[in-house]
């Protein structure tokens, strides 16, 4: 749905006259680096608790790319506001397999972020432009967690268990962004930044998930965030 | 130029939203692993001969798995075709049970060991990677078990005989042999040739016994036959008793049916039909079944023969019906017995009746009421009457046919607290009266004339008696009063001299001699017994030699005496002391014996004529 009215707003927006130079669309892609210490820690726990099977990590929440739209509108001389949509996932698997089957425990964590953004025009030059941002946007976290077993040549060696978890939370990333105007209306942009999640509690068909120790597991979407992304200005 | 630009812009959105979420590396840490099993090959051994067995209902079979080793854990399973699960078992006893559940048909049975493979794979580690070791036979299964064998059960070859069909088909394991007998529950045989289907029961001899055959079939099947009662009351009996010479008897009974288990006989004697009684002979030889015996006579005896098995059980013997035998001849038991002087009859009083019968036949002639406490009894000179007295009444019967002559009231005779208590006959047919005059058996003698009713003459110094004879010329009398019997005189001052108490009941006027009387002494005498003295005098004119022995019954007619030996034996001896010579011998007696012209008659209702 949400990839939906995304194709939708970009359609209308490419229809729309140009005029003023008031208005942006950006898209972009980047690299993020994300925390997510507690889904980090269900892993070890399944790894410890299925010690006798050789499981080994491969994935563990890498960095992983993640892609933004954006929509602003100068408001003053060198303030833009605008809307933001910006999906983002990652996730971990542990594995082990030889010649008579193969066991893997995966999660796989995404999350859709609508938000606002405001843009400050800090200085430009000939073709050059830099600008601070802050991005805050409410996202929805989706991990989905599976367990596969596949035995071979054997009737009862299948065994695939999977789990939707959902989080919510709300992110503030503020970041730096180097402009470079390509045409009149193209501009190619290298944003750093910082994204800060202040965690959502993961639940489990509406059931907070806990530990062992009982406290709360949460899904923790911050870390360093390296983007880039083309801007389209009328 | 817009418009390309656009569509650019939409179709890299799609492609980004479709290939934008994470997907996992394609790794999935592959290990190489050895998929050879490192289990030792296990061997089973089933404990059968052939692949093919016959079942016919729950069935164990054994089984052997060579090769476990102890580290390893293994689970077996036994399947057999069709059933609807398998048992599992993890620890092997060697014995599986099979129960058809088919009436009949093959199944295949399979013993099949499985253990994990070892090999540490992944599906090694998950219990999903196995090794089978199994071995396969075929069960033939069939319903019918053996026909149930009936037990024919008969005296033969001296023993008892157990016989039964015999069971053909190839899986016959035993025959066993049922044996109830009383309490006892056993298996008598087993027997494990097919045409071996006898058995002898060296044990019976008599009574009643059971017997049931059961069939059994390798595997564990079996049928039980229903149980042949066999009962043979026909037990030796006493066949036959007959006199052999010297008073002795030869008892004989029928020899067993069952002489090759016979160990021996006890044979019993008892004075009452229900009792088992003293054992008077015993024998261990099973075709010993005669022997001589002493009988007692003045009983009716009953004889129990006891036949012994060989073979020690319980009960290892069985017993006869009692039969009564009668060492004489049976008469009416009674408490006195009176003889009429013609010898014709012999009169008996029991309880409350007075019985007449005849001395040579012994046929019954008459009966009368009495009152049941008449104790003296006595008949005419003539032998018309017989008298009876009791308290203050004199009863008159006629000896023909005891019809009752009178019944007359004495009391005129007598005061207060006096009674009649005896009654006697002298030579004038007059009555002697025993008239008691205190209790402590002072009485007066009366001679009383029945016909004119009255009191002829009266004695005083007399003692009560039952029983008066006078002698010949009415000067003498002998008595029988507090249980001994007594010679007085009669003075002519009609006092009654008392003389001297004679020691034996047996006291008698000597027939052949007026002036004498014969005493029977009742402890044995070495010299003799019979004692022949004056009466006048006292004085012993002869005494005749008999046997030491108490001498209990007397008859100075025929000059014999009966009484107990004093050899230690117990013995009774019918003894001539005028011819001096033996004429019968008999074992110990216990009942009260009168004789009387040659016949010994015994208060228990028995008569022997004692050869003359």
């Known amino acids: 749905m949400k990839h939906a009215l995304t194709i939708v707003f970009l359609v209308i927006i490419s229809g729309c006259s140009l005029a003023q130079d008031r208005f942006k669309l950006t898209l972009g892609t980047g690299l993020g680096q994300y925390k997510m210490d507690d889904p980090k820690e269900i892993q070890d726990t399944q790894e410890n608790y299925l010690e006798g099977y050789g499981l080994k990590r491969v994935e563990n929440f890498p960095m992983y790319l993640y892609y933004s739209g954006e929509a602003s509108v100068r408001i003053q001389k060198i303030i833009s506001v605008g809307l933001i949509y910006r999906l983002q996932s990652t996730g971990c698997k542990s594995a082990y397999s030889d010649y008579s ?134 | 130029m817009k418009t390309r630009c656009n569509w650019f812009i939409l179709c890299l959105t799609s492609v980004v939203m479709t290939c934008c979420i994470f997907v996992p590396d394609d790794d999935d840490n592959f290990k190489v692993v050895n998929p050879n099993s490192t289990v030792a090959p296990l061997q089973i051994d089933l404990a059968i001969a052939d692949d093919t067995v016959d079942v016919s209902g729950p069935t164990y079979f054994g089984y052997d798995i060579k090769g476990f080793e102890p580290s390893r854990s293994y689970i077996l399973l036994f399947i057999t075709e069709g059933a609807s699960g398998a048992p599992v078992l993890t620890e092997f006893n060697g014995e599986l049970q099979y129960t058809p559940d088919i009436d009949s048909g093959y199944v295949k049975a399979t013993i099949r060991v499985m253990t994990r493979s070892g090999t540490q794979s992944l599906a090694d580690r998950l219990g999903l990677e196995q ?15 053996p026909k149930e064998a009936r037990a024919i059960v008969r005296p033969e070859q001296g023993s008892l005989k157990v016989s039964w069909d015999k069971y053909n088909k190839k899986n016959f394991k035993a025959y066993k042999v049922i044996r109830i007998r009383g309490s006892n529950y056993s298996v008598a045989k087993t027997i494990t040739d097919p045409d071996s289907t006898f058995y002898f029961d060296r044990a019976f001899v008599g009574g009643e016994v059971q017997y049931s055959i059961v069939t059994e079939v390798i595997y564990g099947g079996f049928s039980s036959g229903p149980f042949t009662t066999f009962d043979d009351q026909e037990t030796p009996e006493l066949v036959k008793y007959e006199p052999v010479g010297n008073g002795k008897l030869k008892l004989s009974w029928s020899s067993s049916r069952y002489p090759l288990n016979v160990r021996g006989y006890d044979i019993l004697e008892s004075n009452s039909p229900n009792g088992s009684g003293d054992l008077i002979y015993s024998t261990n030889e099973p075709n010993d079944t005669s022997f001589l015996y002493l009988p007692r006579f003045g009983q009716v005896g009953y004889i129990n023969i006891y036949t012994y098995s060989k073979v020690n059980e319980d009960p290892n013997y069985v017993h006869s019906k009692n039969v009564e035998y009668v060492h004489g001849e049976k008469i009416e038991p009674y408490e006195s017995i009176y003889f009429d ?139 029988q009063s507090l249980g001994y019997t007594r010679m007085s005189k009669l003075e002519d001052n009609k006092t009654v001299t008392n003389g001297v108490t004679a020691t034996s009941q047996n006291t008698f006027f000597n027939p052949y001699d007026e002036t004498q009387i014969i005493i029977g002494i009742d402890y044995p005498n070495p010299e003799g017994s019979v004692y022949i003295q004056e009466i006048e005098t006292w004085q012993l004119v002869e005494r005749k030699p008999t046997p030491a022995m108490d001498v209990a019954a007397m008859d100075v007619q025929s000059g014999y005496v009966v009484g107990g030996l004093d050899d230690g034996t117990g013995n009774y001896i019918a003894y001539d002391y005028i011819n001096q010579k033996e004429i019968a011998r008999f074992a110990a007696c216990w009942s009260r014996l009168t004789f009387n012209k040659g016949y010994l008659y015994s208060t228990d209702g028995v008569r022997i004529k004692l050869p003359q």
């Open chain 2, 131 to 145: 090794i089978v070791f199994e071995r396969s036979w075929t069960l033939k299964v069939f319903t019918r078990l």
């Open chain 2, 341 to 479: 002087p013609a010898g014709n009859k012999y009169f008996i009083k029991n309880k409350n009746y007075l019985s007449a019968y005849t001395i040579d036949q012994n046929l019954f002639v008459a009966k009368t009421e009495v009152p049941e406490f008449m104790s003296s009894f006595a008949i005419s000179r003539d032998g018309d009457e017989i008298f009876g007295v009791f308290e203050d009444q004199l009863y008159s019967w006629n000896t023909a046919n005891l019809q009752t002559n009178y019944q007359r009231d004495l009391s005129s005779l007598l005061l207060a607290n006096q009674y009649i208590v005896g009654v006697g006959t002298s030579k004038d047919s007059k009555l002697l009266l025993s008239k008691s005059i205190d209790w402590s058996g002072h009485a007066n003698l009366l001679f009383y004339d029945p016909v004119l009713q009255v009191v002829k003459d009266e004695y005083t110094g007399a003692l009560a008696s039952t029983v008066m004879e006078l002698s010949a010329n009415g000067d003498y009398m002998i008595s």
């Open chain 1, 101 to 234: 089957g193969v066991f893997k425990i995966e999660q796989i964590v995404k999350a859709n972020n609508v938000g606002v953004l405001a843009d400050v025009h800090l200085w430009n030059k000939n073709k050059f432009f830099l600008s601070g941002q802050t991005r805050i946007y409410y996202g929805w976290t989706v991990l989905k967690y599976k367990e596969y077993v596949e035995i071979y040549d054997v009737d009862s060696g299948l065994y695939n268990s999977t789990a939707e978890l959902k989080s919510e939370s709300v992110m503030i990333n503020p970041d730096l962004t180097f402009s470079y105007e390509l045409t009149k209306h193209f501009f190619a942009n290298l944003s750093v930044g910082y994204c800060i999640d202040f965690k959502g509690d993961i639940t489990n068909r509406g059931q907070t998930v806990r530990n062992f120790e009982g406290e709360v597991l949460q899904t923790d979407w911050s870390g360093f965030r390296l983007g880039l992304l083309v801007s389209y200005k009328f």
